[in-house]
């Protein structure tokens, strides 16, 4: 056991207060250790952000602590509010392999031996790759459930597509995903990259696990995963094979004639295999050995096909077999399928596909079930479905070939219309009050939503599809869409965070509006946007040249409530950099801009609540900077406003900070008042992580101390 004030003791809470960064109360716990941090080497100490950094701060701790009793219990008290992250639940388990499994009886083999394999500190890794349609995932599935037994911690399945994301999985995400299937919830996820892998790997240390990571697209999208812990065993699972991976390599191809005639009779009744066995050599020949290509034949042994291509060597079985099920859809379901691929929706369903091909929704639902039926579409559940990137091409060439450029490109913009008027709207309805949202398209009426929970639940299933959207909008040069689209996904971020999956696609909307709306509002609050999911992934710098130029843009727009704010921002991103005085300083320049509103002036009603975060935000820095009395002065003020507004959450975060600031004073039991009192506000909101953050508080409040 580390003894509790060496450096690696100092060094570990540290590291568990930054990865618990992700809620609310993991933020205020960062917050208090960079004063008390300010506290313990009496002068500023820069917050650390990567592993190295965190190590040195350690050591300035260790220091302090060292010939200072008090400090020492300060710290010590600290040290044992701090929850560890990493708690895990259950054991994820694979889906189930299929029936009609069949070859690959060395790949198997080679499977086993690797599993086998002597630990000799070279990781357990296997590369399964192979043409699309030929059962690279199949194959990663059935060996993991048959061998399930080796692996009593979990089995792990990653889509690195992204699943309805819209966009390949980088390394961060698939550690997420990773660490979600480990039983971690998205509110306890390392926002940081270094972060999350040292979580993944100190729990990997000890267990026996399988990971199997599916679609990669490089040995960059999956090193991080891979480890040296002896039993875990990692498949990857891809098209081709990876350059720079250091695995047993598997190729997976095509059936034997022998195993594609077996797989085709395990899938059918003997009497229709019996009654077509004039065709079965014609249409295993075009399948090629692809299983994806043999189970999409199946519907076609018993129906009057019309006559298909000849098929080369070089065909593609997957467009093949496409072509083959596409011929026998009826004319409605053959629409769709061709309009609703050329967006490449990462999550279709009814309301997108019926925007894709005019359609009313109920005839769209329809239609996609009868694609699925075909194996023209892929179920991913909840009433979506995806294209498999072979299908989706085969798709997009027949909508070229049978529907001409007019119909096409009307298609795509019923469908950016369509995802810009239901984003905006549920954005509206999930913050009525909000400035920041933009203004719904001329003409149009809003999206009804039963309450602002249905309208974030919409916007959160729909963020893949908004991302995607917004790539395609930036596309045609529609900067206007894209920026609206942008400003859309405040609530996304606020509420339900998301910031890895939204990064990308608001630097999009950023250069958008730096290019055609260059010193304007809307430019200037997607800058705060983008520094706000900047800020919470801890790219600090970033987020620091983000919230300039916010200040900037919003400054030459005129706007002094986005002025204000923005500045405000930066004074909440150096609270996170522990830069406590020009925390402070940016505060009271944001409390002096706000000065500039007028009586008739935007913003004018709700600058009394403005002005009091502002006093919340003030005291915090103070805190920060040991002015503890005039840190409570101005926590105080903010108090009674939110306990006269009946802001329950708002006045449980005002008596956190006051409580902490009493605590920070040893002053106990005028603490325990405050805990109290924020605990009975938040109870009925649920806020779980908050409430442990205070239940800690608590303890520390009346443990029992030495005279």
Known sequence: MLEPMSVAAVAGVLGAVGSGMANEAGKWAWESAGGLVRRIAGREVAAPANPAEVEAVARVVHEGVLGDPRLARAWAEFAGSVRPPGATVGRPCLPPSIRSFTDRRDALKRLDEEARRKA????????????????????????????????????????????????PLDAARVLAEVLRQLGLADEELPPAFAERQELFRRYAADRRLLVILDHARSAAQVEPVIGSAPEVFTIVGARHRLTGLDALSIPVGPLTERDSARLLAALVDKSALVAARATVPSLLARCAGSPYAIKAAVPRLSAPAPEAPAVSPETDPVRAAAEDSYRLLAPGAARLYRLAALCDLPALDATGAARAAGLQQAEADGWLAELAEAMLLDRIGDGRYRYREGVRAHAEAAAAREDGIVACSAAMNRTIEGYLLSAVSAARAVLPESWRIPELPAGADAVPYADRGAALDSLAAEAGNLVRVMGLADEFGDADTVVRLGRALWPLQLKAGHHDVLLPALRVAVRAADERFPGTREAGALHTQLAHTLTELRLWDEAEREALAAARDEQAAGHPRGHASAVEFLGLLRLRQWRFQEAYDCFEES????????????????????????????????????????????????????RGSGEAYNRARTLTDLAETRLDGEEFAQALPLVDEAIAALTPEKAEYHLAYLRALRERCVAVRPE
């Open 120 to 167: 000799d500190g070279r990781p357990r890794l296997a590369l399964l790759y192979g043409q699309e349609g030929m059962g690279v995932t199949t194959l990663a599935t059935h060996w993991g459930v048959r061998a399930a037994e080796r692996f009593p911690d979990g089995q792990i399945h990653v889509d690195l597509r992204g699943g309805g994301t819209g966009t």
């Open 591 to 642: 409390y002096g801009i706000y000065g500039e509103i007028g009586p008739e002036d935007e913003g004018t009603r709700d600058l009394p609540r403005a002005l009091a975060l502002l006093e919340r935000h003030r005291g915090r820095a103070l805190r920060g900077l040991q002015r503890r009395a005039e840190a409570r002065e101005r926590l105080e003020r903010a108090l009674t406003f939110f």
